[in-house]
């Protein structure tokens, strides 16, 4: 357990759904990101909040949108996916150099 | 920009070895470098982390250099074992700590 957990595990959408994935962090910092990980590729970072607003966003479409209400949680909510969207996605947070990362969210479009 | 590289791909060794992996990055302007682990169809787990000042970190049998000018990292596993069968990531933090720029990572197997 790193102190970051995300929900759902795993999600299973066609494309015309909207979805949403939710990330909270339990370790009292005050940066999080949004990663993506295809296969055959490395990690992607998408998005940066810092002090819940967001400081980078890595041209990401905007069929991605992130919200960050409070320190503590982050959210990615999906809209209008396209089949190569499928990937994992990580939530990472940190208090200073080091990130910490959550279990990740599989995503799969159809 | 920034590019992380991790050779080889995949490495597949018997229990007991000591083991380097290795991790090259292109713009030695680095803010800190992280060693993650990540096991199949998990998030990361952080190993170390070396600040660009420093030169190397340890943890247990897990030991990590740095060298800023050369552009590249050393991880050290020493007396390896199956539990150690994961995939490993290097990272560098560039543009300010936020940023981590990732390696596609080495896929390490210790076979009993």
């Known amino acids: 357990e790193t102190g970051v957990t995300q929900t759902p595990r795993h999600l299973v959408m066609g494309m015309t759904n909207k979805k949403s994935l939710k990330c909270e962090q339990h370790l009292g910092h005050n940066a999080m990101y949004w990663y993506k990980q295809s296969a055959k590729k490395p990690l992607e970072l998408m998005f940066v909040?810092?002090?819940?607003?967001?400081?980078e966003n890595n041209s990401v479409p905007s069929r991605f949108s992130p919200e960050c209400p409070n320190s503590s949680h982050l959210f990615l909510h999906l809209h209008t996916l396209q089949p190569e969207d499928s990937a994992l996605y990580l939530c990472?947070?940190?208090?200073?150099?080091?990130?910490?990362f959550g279990p990740g969210t599989r995503l799969t479009v159809l | 920009k920034q590019e992380v590289t991790q050779i080889p791909a995949a490495l597949s060794v018997p229990e007991g070895e000591n083991l380097v992996l290795n991790c090259s990055f292109t713009d030695s302007a680095i803010y800190n470098l992280q060693w993650f682990r990540q096991d199949p169809g998990k998030g990361l787990t952080s190993l170390l982390l070396i600040q660009s000042s420093q030169r190397e970190q340890t943890s247990g049998r897990l030991n990590a250099s740095l060298d800023k000018s050369s552009g590249r990292s050393t991880l050290y596993i020493a007396a390896s074992q199956p539990g150690d069968s994961a995939t490993y990531l290097c990272a560098v933090s560039t543009g300010g700590s936020e940023k981590l720029v990732f390696g596609k990572g080495m896929k390490l197997t210790v076979n009993p």
């Open positions: 909040y810092s002090l819940e607003e967001r400081v």
């Open positions: 990472a947070s940190s208090g200073g150099s080091e990130q910490f």
